[in-house]
């Protein structure tokens, strides 16, 4: 297989794309011919035209501003703004055209989504998957509000995050970390979070990748092999995988990226039932459509695809030459008639009206960091064959207090799997015995790996574009050494030989489990966890057991990526104690001792299910693997991933989806369901979509000159321009002129359609979002253990039993975290169940439907702990019941 590192250190970058262009020059191969067709039934239908931006009302300003700003743009100017000037040709990982003489800026797009990529001086957040465990909205929202600030701080104008796809379907997805966890809601309610502190800070925030995208191997399109392609229905499409994109696109995102993988065989970047229909006229999306870095393979149909933003402008292939299926081409293609410029309209519109809506126009700083070098000077343009020397760095340090929100969330994060006995606390007495790698940062250097493409010392993120550098670690084991008296480390993952523990002595074990992008492999795990499976790494499960049978207390604390199998271990009478502190960032240290000695109960819940074993999941969620031709991921599994599928298959997992203890213990009582909103079967019709002020722009094809490179222009070999050459934008003209038809694809369009009936802005239609019960309850937490500790109920809706839909058991529709509660105090807890909660997909119809008869509405404290039961028909809860599962 070959592998395209597109993340190599600069100078390795342009010889390997060099060598990527030979290869590809003298391979007579070319594209292969899938051998596995699409399965049958799975169409990417066709939906056109592209819908105009602009007829949301909270768009309404931008988009005025935006529409009088590009009435003014020449055709060269709007195709400038909706491409990159190519790979490596600024200073951050995409960096749009500009258009000067009106006040626009090269926008700076940068990774990723838990800190500034390739720069110092930031915070290294803890990773999505870590925040997802928190299960504490306030803290999702004020993680947003610091990476926001920091994204700002250096000038970048986008955030590419949060990840909301990878969902976490597949169990060893190699990516699922930089999402919130393995199920729709959490994943939705982490990333609208995000998005609304990040985007407060006035950064463009970019939910990705849309969608299906579920496994890192075979993602991407290279002359040898399409990239695989997802195939699923349309129901499992809105319930599980589009959701997330719904609320975020809800909470305003102002941009969504597309993923590298096809679904229904039609690559997601030019996929237009997925990108007119489902994003802009479903959902109602009103910003900007962008590819995810080089999966851009297409010119003309990618934009009546409803693509608005190519990145880093390059074609894949080959690369090294500065070609683009946009800039130059995209404005021949207008030139020439075959996009019309009402789509080169709509597309600068959205970019230009994105940049208003976030008030990018008032002094937004301009990117004072290179993410190609550390050096103060460098080139320009670092990929050009000669470039002038800019300052690159300015070493702008824009970490200010976020260290205390990265602390919170990786100390909420941590998730008591196992306490036997209330072994935990233990005091800083205690004598400790700590083992493992993992406890202490990576003595070669913290940062020594590139995009952390390797797993030595502390584990505190994945690998590939999702990685940020640290700026320090605070390991555990420093922080163990500060607190306690008497600590003793063994820096080895092998056990070794140890003096004979007295009974009281303590064991703590540190192992990990890592994944990360496909561009890297590591330890033979191609981004996917394909060779480590679901075990821990470095033979963590080992290590485990020799410390089980040396002491008779052993505490184990998991860095991981996902779910790892405990099977060999979680059950010996030594092990006490099982922690599972996630991807903890930069500080790994103090939020892990306070929770072991005491000074806070821990209060994180699992993000996905941990299983007994790897087999009772679906084998349609393994890791496909090669195929000639394009690799077929089909979901035959539908809704049914995770805990929706454990609980249908009535096998119980290890532990549950949402599970965690605390040292406290929490009762859930006075019970009451309200109801709020009266509910239909079908929502109450959607808002009709008004003309948008789009409509209003010139769709005249322009003068030919307005797209000629101006008269003694000096070009940098290898950078994107959308000038043309005289001749070429002449001979375009004319082919427009002489009304040559485009082929265009089955079911085009130019005529903008009202929208489907579960349309709307901003998400769909409205009354989606109506709230039709809300839960209230007490926690109270008991006193028991005397501790001081949050609780997290969680609401599941169980459907009426009776309904012509299958639906999973349960399915998680809310939850809260409540302050820290002293022993014998309580809080009232109000949980809201909304229309769509309430609602199937029902693919006939094209709309959500609410089943009629009674819905069960479940509050526990994890999925396999619901003690209270609230009914829709009786209007009543009762409490310490058994739940359903
Ligand atoms: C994929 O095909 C299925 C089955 O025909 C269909 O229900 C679904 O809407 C299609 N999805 C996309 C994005 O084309
Ligand atoms: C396109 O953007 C580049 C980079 O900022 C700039 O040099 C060029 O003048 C822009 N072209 C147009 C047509 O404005
Ligand atoms: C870089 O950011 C800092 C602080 O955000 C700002 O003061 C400075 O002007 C920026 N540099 C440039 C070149 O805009
Ligand atoms: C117009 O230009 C585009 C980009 O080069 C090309 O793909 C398309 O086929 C052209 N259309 C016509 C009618 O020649
Ligand atoms: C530290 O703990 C070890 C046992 O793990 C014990 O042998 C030793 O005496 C202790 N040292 C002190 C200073 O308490
Ligand atoms: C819990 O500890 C007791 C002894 O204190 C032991 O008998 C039992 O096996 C342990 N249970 C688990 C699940 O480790
Ligand atoms: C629209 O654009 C065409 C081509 O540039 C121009 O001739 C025409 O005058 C414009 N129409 C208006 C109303 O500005
Ligand atoms: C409970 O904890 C508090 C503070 O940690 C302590 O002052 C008090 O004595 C404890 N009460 C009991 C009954 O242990
Ligand atoms: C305050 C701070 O951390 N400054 C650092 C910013 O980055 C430069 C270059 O890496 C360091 O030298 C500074 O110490």
């Known amino acids: 297989m070959v592998t395209l590192d597109f993340a190599a250190p600069p100078g390795l970058r342009a010889l390997s794309l060099l060598f990527l262009s030979c290869l590809i020059n003298t391979s007579s191969a070319g594209v292969l011919q899938p051998r596995d067709d699409v399965p049958a039934g799975y169409v990417s239908a066709p939906y056109y035209p592209a819908p105009h931006g602009g007829w949301a009302d909270d768009w309404a300003e931008a988009y005025s501003k935006a529409v009088d700003l590009v009435g003014q743009m020449t055709l060269a100017e709007k195709t400038n703004i909706s491409s990159g000037v190519g790979f490596f040709m600024g200073p951050c990982v995409g960096n749009t055209g500009s258009a000067l003489r009106l006040g626009i800026p090269q926008l700076c797009l940068q990774d990723g989504p838990l800190g500034v990529r390739t720069t110092d001086n930031v915070t290294a957040f803890p990773a999505g998957i870590t925040t997802g465990a928190t299960w504490n909205k306030d803290l999702m929202y004020e993680r947003g509000v610091a990476l926001g600030q920091e994204f700002k701080g250096k000038g970048a104008n986008f955030y590419l995050g949060p990840s909301v796809g990878a969902l976490g379907r597949k169990p060893r997805g190699g990516r699922n970390w930089e999402g919130f966890g393995s199920d729709p809601v959490l994943q939705g309610i982490a990333g609208a979070q995000t998005i609304k502190g990040v985007q407060e800070q006035g950064v463009i925030a970019t939910l990705k990748h849309l969608t299906a995208n579920e496994q890192e191997m075979y993602r991407m399109y290279n002359v040898f092999q399409p990239g695989y392609s997802s195939n699923l229905d349309d129901r499992t499409m809105h319930e599980l995988y589009l959701w997330p994109f719904a609320e975020g696109v809800r909470a305003g995102t102002g941009a969504v990226m597309t993923s590298y993988n096809a679904i229904n065989g039609s690559a997601t970047s030019q996929n237009a039932y997925l990108i007119n229909g489902l994003l802009k006229d479903e959902l109602g999306f009103q910003g900007i459509v962008m590819t995810d870095w080089l999966a851009h393979i297409s010119g003309v149909p990618s934009a009546l695809a409803g693509l608005d933003m190519n990145m880093p402008g390059d074609t ?530 094209q709309n959500w439907v609410v089943p009629p008869g009674e819905y069960k509405i479940w509050v526990g404290q994890a999925s396999d702990d619901l003690t209270v039961v609230c009914s829709t028909e009786t209007g009543s809860c009762e409490a310490g019941v058994e739940g359903p599962v």
């Open 316 to 845: 894949m292939i080959p690369i090294i030459f500065g070609t683009s299926y946009w800039m130059y081409e995209l404005t021949r293609s207008a030139l020439n008639g075959s996009v019309p410029m009402d789509r080169i309209n709509d597309m600068a519109t959205r970019i230009v009206a994105t940049w208003y809506k976030m008030g990018q126009d008032k002094d937004y700083p301009r990117p004072n960091f290179s993410s190609n070098t550390r050096d103060r000077e460098g080139p320009c343009y670092p990929s050009a064959l000669i470039s002038p020397t800019c300052v690159v760095n300015q070493y702008v340090n824009v970490q200010a207090d976020h260290k205390v929100v990265a602390k919170q969330v990786a100390q909420e994060a941590i998730t008591l799997l196992k306490n036997n006995g209330s072994f935990l606390p233990i005091s800083t007495s205690a004598h400790l015995s700590v083992f493992g790698t993992d406890a202490q940062a990576d003595s070669q250097g913290i940062n020594s790996c590139t995009d952390k493409s390797c797993n030595r010392g502390l584990l505190g993120m994945g690998w590939g574009s999702g990685s940020a550098d640290y700026p320090y670690i605070d390991d555990p084991i420093s922080s163990l050494k500060r607190k306690a008296s008497n600590v003793t480390y063994y820096n080895t993952d092998s056990f070794p030989s140890v003096p004979a523990p007295g009974k009281d002595d303590v064991a703590i074990v540190f192992i990990t489990s890592d994944s990360g992008e496909n561009s890297y492999t590591v330890e033979n795990n191609h981004g996917d966890r394909d060779s480590s499976g679901l075990a821990a790494w470095h033979n963590g499960d080992t290590l485990v057991q020799k410390a089980a049978a040396k002491y008779s207390n052993v505490i184990v604390v998991v860095h991981t990526v996902g779910p790892i199998v405990m099977e060999s271990w979680v059950n010996l009478p030594s092990v006490k104690a099982v922690l599972v502190a996630h991807l903890p960032g930069q500080e790994a240290g103090d939020s892990l001792t306070e929770v072991l000695f005491g000074e806070v109960s821990p209060s994180g819940h699992l993000p996905y299910s941990i299983p007994v074993s790897e087999d009772d999941y679906p084998a349609s969620t393994d890791i496909i693997t090669f195929a000639l031709g394009q690799a077929q991921d089909t979901y035959t599994e539908g809704i049914y991933i995770d805990y929706r599928h454990l609980n249908k298959a009535g096998v119980k997992p290890r532990f549950a989806f949402g599970h965690g203890l605390s040292y406290a213990s929490f009762e859930l009582s006075d019970a009451s369901i309200a109801s709020v909103t009266e509910l239909s079967m079908v929502p109450p019709a959607r808002p009709a979509k008004p003309t948008s002020p789009v409509a209003s722009l010139n769709t005249t094809i322009p003068a030919a000159s307005e797209a000629y490179y101006p008269s003694g222009f000096n070009r940098i070999w290898r950078y994107l321009y959308s000038w043309m050459d005289q001749g070429d934008a002449d001979k375009a003209y004319a082919v427009g002129q002489s009304g040559t038809e485009y082929a265009y694809p089955a079911g085009y369009s130019e005529e903008q359609k009202p929208g489907p009936t579960a349309g709307g802005p901003n998400g769909g239609n409205p009354a989606l979002w109506d709230v039709a019960y809300t839960v209230s309850l007490t926690v109270t937490n008991s006193g028991a253990g005397n501790f001081s500790a949050k609780a997290v109920p969680q609401a599941y809706v169980q459907f009426p039993a009776d309904s012509p839909y299958d639906t999973p058991p349960i399915q998680l529709r809310d939850f809260a975290k409540t302050e820290a509660l002293a022993p014998g105090a309580s809080a009232t807890v109000t949980l809201s169940l909304t229309r769509k909660d309430l609602s199937v997909w029902d693919t006939e119809l």
